[in-house]
T-cell receptor, first 115, second 112 residues
Framework: DGGITQSPKYLFRKEGQNVTLSCEQNLNHDAMYWYRQDPGQGLRLIYYSQIVNDFQKGDIAEGYSVSREKKESFPLTVTSAQKNPTAFYLC??????????????FGSGTRLTVV | SQQGEEDPQALSIQEGENATMNCSYKTSINNLQWYRQNSGRGLVHLILIRSNEREKHSGRLRVTLDTSKKSSSLLITASRAADTASYFCATDSNSGGSRLTFGEGTQLTVNP
């Protein structure tokens, strides 16, 4: 069954800690994306990657970091520099050349809470 | 700034009625997409309409696009309780490559 998997589903972070959210896809998609969603709001783009070993900042990249060492994986690290990290984080992927036909495939999300 | 803005923010209807949600955007686009999100879950792609199309259908979904007004509407006919979810429009800009910008969504509640 092809899909995109985010883990963990729930994550708790102490003040000052870095945490890493996992995103893995077996769809052979070229492009991967990280979005942040706050309660009752839309999605804001954090980082995206269209090819292995390359990624670009989105609209709210400060306090976050990513890597794209493998096509299947696009982990997101929420660093201590992110002052308000409590949110729902969504990972998505797309076929780069056909994304405009099929749209994005989303994972089921990770809910991060600062305690 | 938000590229897509949905209207209304919340909509409550009875089962069997039609639901119409609107989306406005600001810059030129290649295409516009609609997604659905059940509470606490990821988004699911529903339908895509290209900038040179005016109307598209998929099952009980009908999407229109008016590029002169920079607006789109999503119509769900004969709604069901299972249609209860948030609905988002997403746009790409002509220069944006493969990145989408999402609106803030319309929360649809269909009462049985």
């Amino acid at each position: 069954d092809g899909g995109i998997t985010q883990s963990p589903k729930y994550l708790f972070r102490k003040e000052g800690q870095n945490v890493t959210l996992s995103c893995e896809q077996n769809l052979n998609h070229d492009a991967m994306y990280w979005y942040r969603q706050d309660p009752g709001q839309g999605l804001r783009l954090i980082y995206y990657s269209q090819i292995v070993n390359d990624f670009q900042k989105g609209d709210i990249a400060e306090g976050y970091s990513v890597s794209r060492e493998k096509k299947e994986s696009f982990p997101l690290t929420v660093t201590s520099a992110q002052k308000n990290p409590t949110a729902f984080y969504l990972c998505a992927s797309s076929i780069f050349s056909d994304w405009a036909i099929y749209g994005y495939t989303f994972g089921s999300g990770t809910r991060l809470t600062v305690v | 700034s938000q590229q897509g803005e949905e209207d209304p923010q919340a909509l409550s209807i009875q089962e069997g009625e039609n639901a119409t949600m609107n989306c406005s955007y600001k810059t030129s686009i290649n295409n516009l997409q609609w997604y659905r999100q059940n509470s606490g879950r990821g988004l699911v792609h529903l339908i895509l309409i290209r900038s040179n199309e005016r109307e598209k259908h998929s099952g009980r979904l009908r999407v229109t696009l008016d590029t002169s007004k920079k607006s789109s509407s999503l119509l769900i006919t004969a709604s069901r309780a299972a249609d209860t979810a948030s609905y988002f429009c997403a746009t790409d800009s002509n220069s944006g490559g493969s990145r989408l910008t999402f609106g803030e969504g319309t929360q649809l509640t269909v009462n049985p």
